[in-house]
Protein backbone atom coordinates (compact mmCIF):
# COMPACT_ATOMS: atom_id res chain seq x y z
CA UNK A 1 0.00 0.00 0.00
CA UNK A 2 0.70 3.56 -0.87
CA UNK A 3 2.52 5.37 2.71
CA UNK A 4 0.43 8.62 3.30
CA UNK A 5 1.82 11.76 5.23
CA UNK A 6 -0.51 13.75 7.59
CA UNK A 7 -0.25 16.65 9.81
CA UNK A 8 0.19 15.44 13.28
CA UNK A 9 -2.92 17.94 14.66
CA UNK A 10 -4.57 20.70 13.81
CA UNK A 11 -7.35 22.57 15.51
CA UNK A 12 -10.64 23.79 14.07
CA UNK A 13 -13.50 26.46 15.43
CA UNK A 14 -16.55 25.01 15.98
CA UNK A 15 -19.43 25.89 13.20
CA UNK A 16 -16.60 26.22 10.65
CA UNK A 17 -15.01 23.64 7.93
CA UNK A 18 -12.34 21.85 8.84
CA UNK A 19 -9.80 20.50 5.70
CA UNK A 20 -7.29 18.22 6.37
CA UNK A 21 -4.53 17.37 3.95
CA UNK A 22 -3.21 14.16 3.05
CA UNK A 23 -0.36 13.28 1.07
CA UNK A 24 -0.04 9.85 -0.81
CA UNK A 25 2.73 10.74 -3.43
CA UNK A 26 2.75 6.62 -4.47
CA UNK A 27 -0.17 5.97 -4.70
CA UNK A 28 -1.07 3.73 -7.88
CA UNK A 29 -3.61 3.39 -10.32
CA UNK A 30 -5.75 1.14 -8.18
CA UNK A 31 -5.66 2.56 -5.31
CA UNK A 32 -8.06 4.04 -3.53
CA UNK A 33 -7.87 6.69 -0.33
CA UNK A 34 -9.68 5.90 2.69
CA UNK A 35 -10.52 8.08 5.42
CA UNK A 36 -10.98 6.59 8.81
CA UNK A 37 -11.68 8.75 12.17
CA UNK A 38 -11.26 7.31 15.78
CA UNK A 39 -13.06 9.10 18.52
CA UNK A 40 -11.58 8.73 22.12
CA UNK A 41 -11.62 5.12 23.42
CA UNK A 42 -13.71 3.80 20.59
CA UNK A 43 -12.77 1.57 17.32
CA UNK A 44 -12.11 3.59 13.94
CA UNK A 45 -15.33 4.23 12.30
CA UNK A 46 -15.49 4.73 8.14
CA UNK A 47 -15.67 7.78 6.76
CA UNK A 48 -15.50 8.33 3.07
CA UNK A 49 -12.97 6.62 0.23
CA UNK A 50 -12.47 7.16 -3.13
CA UNK A 51 -10.74 6.87 -6.23
CA UNK A 52 -10.68 9.68 -8.43
CA UNK A 53 -13.82 11.53 -8.22
CA UNK A 54 -14.62 13.56 -5.41
CA UNK A 55 -16.98 12.44 -3.25
CA UNK A 56 -19.68 13.83 -0.92
CA UNK A 57 -22.03 11.70 1.77
CA UNK A 58 -23.39 12.72 5.04
CA UNK A 59 -20.16 12.73 6.93
CA UNK A 60 -17.60 15.01 4.81
CA UNK A 61 -16.35 15.11 1.34
CA UNK A 62 -13.44 14.24 -0.66
CA UNK A 63 -11.32 15.84 -2.99
CA UNK A 64 -8.53 14.36 -4.43
CA UNK A 65 -6.32 16.45 -6.54
CA UNK A 66 -6.58 15.52 -10.63
CA UNK A 67 -2.99 13.74 -10.66
CA UNK A 68 -3.89 12.00 -6.92
CA UNK A 69 -1.37 12.74 -5.21
CA UNK A 70 -2.89 14.36 -2.53
CA UNK A 71 -6.36 14.49 -1.28
CA UNK A 72 -8.56 17.20 1.31
CA UNK A 73 -11.26 15.53 3.75
CA UNK A 74 -13.68 17.97 4.27
CA UNK A 75 -16.12 18.30 7.40
CA UNK A 76 -18.13 20.92 6.34
CA UNK A 77 -19.42 22.04 9.76
CA UNK A 78 -17.11 21.04 12.39
CA UNK A 79 -18.83 20.36 16.10
CA UNK A 80 -17.12 19.37 19.35
CA UNK A 81 -17.99 15.49 18.57
CA UNK A 82 -15.81 15.41 15.44
CA UNK A 83 -12.73 15.70 18.17
CA UNK A 84 -11.13 13.12 16.92
CA UNK A 85 -7.89 11.68 15.34
CA UNK A 86 -8.54 11.27 11.43
CA UNK A 87 -6.36 8.32 9.07
CA UNK A 88 -6.17 8.66 5.83
CA UNK A 89 -5.30 5.20 4.26
CA UNK A 90 -4.21 4.51 0.54
CA UNK A 91 -5.00 0.86 -0.25
CA UNK A 92 -5.93 -1.66 -3.25
CA UNK A 93 -10.09 -2.30 -2.84
CA UNK A 94 -12.51 -2.26 -2.34
CA UNK A 95 -13.27 -5.79 -3.17
CA UNK A 96 -9.76 -7.15 -3.00
CA UNK A 97 -7.68 -5.81 -0.22
CA UNK A 98 -8.40 -7.13 3.03
CA UNK A 99 -6.51 -5.11 5.78
CA UNK A 100 -6.18 -1.15 6.57
CA UNK A 101 -2.79 0.32 7.19
CA UNK A 102 -2.91 3.01 9.44
CA UNK A 103 -0.31 5.53 10.01
CA UNK A 104 -0.45 7.79 13.18
CA UNK A 105 -3.19 10.49 11.69
CA UNK A 106 -4.32 14.01 12.32
CA UNK A 107 -5.78 14.48 15.94
CA UNK A 108 -8.30 17.02 15.24
CA UNK A 109 -9.41 19.41 18.01
CA UNK A 110 -12.63 21.22 17.73
CA UNK A 111 -12.52 24.42 20.19
CA UNK A 112 -16.00 26.06 21.04
CA UNK B 1 -27.24 -2.76 18.80
CA UNK B 2 -26.46 -4.90 15.46
CA UNK B 3 -22.81 -3.47 16.01
CA UNK B 4 -19.50 -5.49 16.25
CA UNK B 5 -19.38 -6.47 20.06
CA UNK B 6 -16.03 -7.71 21.98
CA UNK B 7 -15.67 -8.75 24.92
CA UNK B 8 -14.66 -8.15 27.39
CA UNK B 9 -14.24 -4.17 27.24
CA UNK B 10 -11.10 -4.15 29.93
CA UNK B 11 -8.46 -6.68 31.13
CA UNK B 12 -6.23 -6.71 33.59
CA UNK B 13 -4.06 -9.62 34.43
CA UNK B 14 -0.48 -10.64 35.55
CA UNK B 15 2.42 -11.40 33.63
CA UNK B 16 2.49 -14.80 32.41
CA UNK B 17 -1.84 -15.92 32.40
CA UNK B 18 -3.38 -16.89 29.26
CA UNK B 19 -6.35 -14.27 27.97
CA UNK B 20 -8.87 -14.67 25.81
CA UNK B 21 -10.95 -12.20 23.97
CA UNK B 22 -13.96 -12.62 21.59
CA UNK B 23 -15.96 -10.69 18.94
CA UNK B 24 -18.87 -11.28 17.68
CA UNK B 25 -19.10 -9.49 14.05
CA UNK B 26 -21.74 -7.36 12.11
CA UNK B 27 -24.53 -10.73 11.27
CA UNK B 28 -23.45 -12.36 7.82
CA UNK B 29 -20.29 -10.49 7.29
CA UNK B 30 -18.29 -12.66 6.16
CA UNK B 31 -15.33 -11.19 7.18
CA UNK B 32 -13.28 -10.60 10.42
CA UNK B 33 -10.52 -8.82 10.99
CA UNK B 34 -8.01 -8.46 14.86
CA UNK B 35 -6.23 -5.45 15.10
CA UNK B 36 -3.79 -4.02 17.76
CA UNK B 37 -3.42 -0.45 18.85
CA UNK B 38 -0.48 1.00 21.43
CA UNK B 39 -0.94 4.28 22.68
CA UNK B 40 -0.56 7.28 20.20
CA UNK B 41 -0.53 4.79 17.67
CA UNK B 42 -2.35 4.00 14.92
CA UNK B 43 -4.05 0.02 14.57
CA UNK B 44 -1.63 -2.68 13.62
CA UNK B 45 -3.08 -5.53 11.64
CA UNK B 46 -3.20 -8.93 13.24
CA UNK B 47 -5.09 -11.39 10.97
CA UNK B 48 -7.42 -11.94 9.24
CA UNK B 49 -10.41 -14.93 8.40
CA UNK B 50 -13.03 -15.40 5.39
CA UNK B 51 -15.53 -17.12 7.42
CA UNK B 52 -13.55 -20.07 9.42
CA UNK B 53 -10.87 -19.60 7.14
CA UNK B 54 -7.49 -17.57 8.54
CA UNK B 55 -5.74 -16.55 5.31
CA UNK B 56 -3.28 -13.95 6.82
CA UNK B 57 -1.25 -13.63 10.13
CA UNK B 58 0.87 -10.57 10.43
CA UNK B 59 4.55 -10.87 11.64
CA UNK B 60 3.12 -9.31 14.83
CA UNK B 61 1.03 -11.98 16.43
CA UNK B 62 3.48 -14.37 17.74
CA UNK B 63 3.34 -17.77 18.54
CA UNK B 64 1.64 -16.88 21.77
CA UNK B 65 -1.25 -15.60 19.84
CA UNK B 66 -3.69 -17.74 18.25
CA UNK B 67 -7.17 -16.45 16.63
CA UNK B 68 -9.81 -18.25 15.86
CA UNK B 69 -13.40 -18.41 14.10
CA UNK B 70 -14.66 -21.92 14.65
CA UNK B 71 -18.15 -21.57 12.44
CA UNK B 72 -17.29 -18.30 10.37
CA UNK B 73 -19.41 -16.56 13.26
CA UNK B 74 -17.60 -15.31 16.26
CA UNK B 75 -13.81 -15.26 16.96
CA UNK B 76 -11.76 -15.48 19.61
CA UNK B 77 -8.21 -14.66 20.20
CA UNK B 78 -6.06 -15.88 23.23
CA UNK B 79 -2.54 -14.45 24.69
CA UNK B 80 -0.62 -17.08 26.02
CA UNK B 81 1.97 -16.09 28.40
CA UNK B 82 1.15 -12.42 28.70
CA UNK B 83 3.71 -10.07 28.83
CA UNK B 84 4.08 -6.54 29.76
CA UNK B 85 4.28 -5.64 25.44
CA UNK B 86 1.33 -6.99 25.10
CA UNK B 87 -0.79 -4.38 26.42
CA UNK B 88 -2.64 -2.27 24.38
CA UNK B 89 -6.08 -2.24 22.72
CA UNK B 90 -6.76 -5.13 20.69
CA UNK B 91 -9.74 -4.16 17.77
CA UNK B 92 -12.03 -6.59 16.41
CA UNK B 93 -13.40 -5.24 12.68
CA UNK B 94 -16.09 -7.20 9.95
CA UNK B 95 -16.83 -6.29 6.30
CA UNK B 96 -18.75 -8.09 3.70
CA UNK B 97 -16.66 -9.31 0.80
CA UNK B 98 -18.32 -8.42 -2.43
CA UNK B 99 -21.17 -6.10 -0.94
CA UNK B 100 -20.79 -2.03 -0.95
CA UNK B 101 -18.15 -0.63 -0.14
CA UNK B 102 -16.52 -2.98 1.33
CA UNK B 103 -16.11 -0.90 4.75
CA UNK B 104 -14.76 -1.96 8.05
CA UNK B 105 -17.00 -1.75 10.94
CA UNK B 106 -14.71 -1.72 14.58
CA UNK B 107 -16.05 -2.83 17.67
CA UNK B 108 -15.09 -0.63 20.81
CA UNK B 109 -12.24 -2.76 21.63
CA UNK B 110 -10.67 -4.84 24.13
CA UNK B 111 -8.26 -3.11 26.59
CA UNK B 112 -5.32 -4.92 27.90
CA UNK B 113 -2.78 -4.46 30.94
CA UNK B 114 -0.63 -6.78 31.86
CA UNK B 115 1.06 -5.63 35.25
Redesign the interface.
Known amino acids: DAKTTQPPSMDCAEGRAANLPCNHSTISGNEYVYWYRQIHSQGPQYIIHGLKNNETNEMASLIITEDRKSSTLILPHATLRDTAVYYCIVRVGPSNDYKLSFGAGTTVTVRA | DTG ?1 SQDPRHKITKRGQNVTFRCDPISEHN ?1 L ?1 W ?1 RQTL ?6 LT ?1 F ?1 NEAQ ?2 KSRLLSDRFSAERPKGSFSTLEIQRTEQGDSAMY ?1 C ?1 SSS ?2 QG ?9 TRLTVL
Open positions: VRYYGQGPEFYQLELALGSNEQFFGPG
